[in-house]
């Protein structure tokens, strides 16, 4: 099964911005949906943004439409997720997930959309606080 590396996190104040990259141990291909999700504590996972390796379609949650930016490198079989503006209710642990034949859109950022994933990184913390 595919591995998923998530790397970037750290702490940042807010207004500033950070890179999530997501590295997959095996190249992609096939079509396969891959999504951010975050969770922070005492909360539920929550889908973030997703894309699809069959035309790099992306959508958003609305909380962070227009501030984060979810793109992927197929050389290197890397998903990134630009956070610009960051605030202090992004902080959380995020994870990539990847499922193949997957076609995600705004129906996939649901309440419970993590259930459509099989491949799941082990998080990367990101916390914004002054």
């Known amino acids: 099964q595919v591995q998923l590396v998530e790397s970037g996190g750290g702490l940042v104040q807010p207004g500033k911005s950070l890179t999530l990259s997501c590295a997959a141990s095996?190249?992609?291909?096939?079509?396969?949906?891959i999504a951010w999700f975050r969770q922070a504590p005492g909360k539920e996972r929550e889908a973030v943004s997703c894309?699809?390796?069959?035309?790099?379609?992306?959508y958003y949650i609305d909380s962070v439409k227009g501030r984060f930016t979810v793109s992927r490198d197929s050389v290197n079989n890397t998903v990134y997720l630009q956070m610009n503006s960051l605030k202090p209710e992004d902080s959380a642990t995020y994870y990539c997930?990847?499922?193949?034949?997957?076609?995600?859109?705004?129906?996939?950022?649901?309440?419970?959309?993590?259930?459509?994933?099989?491949?799941w990184g082990r998080g990367t913390q990101v916390t914004v606080s002054s």
């Open positions: 894309i699809n390796t069959k035309d790099d379609s992306d």
């Open positions: 095996e190249a992609v291909l096939d079509e396969y949906a």
């Open positions: 997930a990847r499922e193949p034949y997957l076609v995600c859109g705004p129906w996939t950022l649901r309440v419970g959309g993590a259930a459509d994933f099989g491949s």
